[in-house]
């Protein structure tokens, strides 16, 4: 599951209004607020889920600038990139006691 912090930088006056709009989507949560910045913090299920969340933070009324500062994804599969490596050329390789 990725886990993703950003820092949402509201218009003045707009700070209480976009932590409430964050709070309606099920996955993210407001941690801390100062001025006019809010960090909220993600939680779902897929990178798609991820990528929608940041997206839909970004675009909210009164979110001047979304900044992502962290992810965490190391819990999600890795696809398999294994594929046969063919052994190197000796001939490319001198041995060291060729000068």
């Known amino acids: 599951m990725p886990i ?3 820092i949402l ?3 003045l006056g707009q700070r ?3 932590a409430a709009a964050v709070a309606l989507l099920p996955c993210a949560e407001v941690v801390s607020a100062h001025q006019q910045q809010l960090s909220v913090v993600l939680d779902t299920a897929t990178q798609e889920e991820d990528r ?4 839909a933070l970004a675009s909210l009324s009164g979110v ?3 900044t992502p500062v962290f992810t965490n994804r190391e819990d ?4 398999d990139l294994a594929f046969p490596v ?3 050329d000796p001939s490319l390789f001198p041995s060291p006691l060729e000068v």
Not at 52 to 55: E, G, I, T
Not at 76 to 79: A, F, G, N, Q, T
């Open 52 to 55: 929608a969340s940041m997206s």
């Open 4 to 6: 993703t912090s950003m």
């Open 64 to 66: 001047v600038c979304a």
């Open 76 to 79: 999600l599969p890795v696809p």
């Open 9 to 11: 930088e509201c218009g």
């Open 16 to 18: 209480e209004e976009v």
């Open 86 to 88: 063919p052994a190197p």
